[in-house]
């Protein structure tokens, strides 16, 4: 691409009036060259210039859409566009180089076409799933491979079906190393549980954790029962002499199996095994043994609570943190029982409250719970 080298102090002269003249390409960049600017000159402009300076050769990548929805046209009629306008899915989940996203059923057929311009719109992406909901015993998420990139190629759902086996495994594989909050986290969001959406959530319990650890003035120790690929946990264990003590459980072995990845050294004290939260309270060395216990499990925490309060200690202040699933006209009810619950056997002079964190569904909502036990 033809570039004009001008003396930098000269940069904006330049680009005013290459604007002026419709020969500046809107979207490419001013290079830096030492003591000069090279500015891009648009293809549409003549090959011999009325200008005195420098005319180079410089490799630039072209300026990408401002949106995916700007490149949909390249894949649908906008005549289907204009027919479904503000139901195509805007938002989706980057893990690294993993984009997914959800769509709504009556232009699920158009998943295809929007896949490929999602990953048309940026080079970083590697491949692009469609999140089909969550399956099996672990309720994890089934996955659907529509698009990826295969050498300098852009190929979509059939060609990856057709590729050798071991090259489609590689290529759509959904094992990704990802940074949340300053910390480095293995995951794969089709074989284990993980939300970026709680990332906020997981910041706001190291605050809370520190917080116990000062009114105790010592390490805590903390129980996170469904901890998944431990993104609480990381995040506790990278603060310095934060957690002394540690449970970290989950039913589906997968989950575990990149936890203790992503744990690196285990202590031999810690508990960190492949289990059912229901009945961590039949093993007598876990009860009174914690304070601080994580409930994330949004849609089963009142079933759940009572099974493990027993973790708690009841000899000096403790922390219950959570999160649960609930429609919004139900809240008050739910207050008053999980209090009725926490009451059986700790001492909680409180009032519980249910603080609503997002929108879950038409009539549901996700909300947050902290309760401090115990004498504070």
Known sequence: MRHLSVPKRDTQTFVEE???LNWYPEGYRVLRDGENSLIPISDSAPTDLPISYIIVDRDQDPPTAKSWFSLLPKFLSEEIIEE???TWPNSHELYSDLLIFKIERHIEQYAQQVALAKIHHSNKIRVVMLDEGVIGEYRVRDLKPLAARFGEQIIDAKEISNLPEETRKTL????VKIRENGISLLLNPAIAYYSSRLAGEREKTVESAIQLKEKLGRPISVADPYCG???????????????????ATDINPEAIRMLKRNLGEIKESWYCKIADALKLNQNLNLLGRFDLLLMNLPHSTLQHLPHLLPLLKTNAPTLLRGWFVVEEEEIPSAEEEFTK????TQTFNGNFKLEIRRQFNTT???TRFECRLGDW
């Open 364 to 366: 549901k909502v996700l």
């Open 229 to 247: 690929v431990g993104p609480a946990v990381v995040q506790l264990l990278a603060q310095q002499e934060l957690v002394g003590d540690l449970l």
């Open 84 to 86: 479904h306008l503000g």
């Open 18 to 20: 290459l604007r002026s």
């Open 172 to 175: 759509i594989s959904s094992n």
């Open 341 to 344: 619950i926490i009451h059986q």
